[in-house]
């Protein structure tokens, strides 16, 4: 059971980057999906989410409009599109996969937004 992120990297400000989060060894398909970040000295938040079922998604107010979560399922992937990017978005991002009573967690890619 196993998540792998990947994408991260430096941006500017206003820039874009696209994460992508591998699962292999579970049914991807029927796990809720969702993107997280933490920060230096911060806690772990919820950036976004999409249901296995419907499909629907939800997002932090603070991403809002810059950044889309998708699924391809054949591909057991999930991924975040992140547009205007801001220095707050600087962050070590966790994707997660969740069913029923089961929790499985990448290890994370860094985001870095700098001029």
């Known amino acids: 059971v196993r998540l792998v992120e990947s994408g991260g990297g430096l941006v500017q400000p206003g820039g874009s980057l696209r994460l992508s989060c591998q699962a292999s060894?579970?049914?991807?398909?029927?796990?809720?999906m969702s993107w997280h970040r933490q920060a230096p000295g911060k806690e772990r938040e919820l950036v976004a989410s999409i249901s296995s079922t419907t499909g629907s998604t939800n997002y932090a107010d603070s991403v809002k409009g810059r950044f889309t979560i998708s699924r391809d399922n054949a591909k057991n992937t999930v991924y975040l599109q992140m547009n205007n990017l801001k220095q707050e978005d600087s962050a070590k991002y966790y994707c997660?996969?969740?069913?029923?009573?089961?929790?499985?967690w990448g290890q994370g890619t860094q985001v870095t937004v700098s001029s």
């Open positions: 997660k996969g969740r069913f029923i009573l089961t929790t499985v």
């Open positions: 060894g579970f049914t991807f398909s029927k796990y809720d």
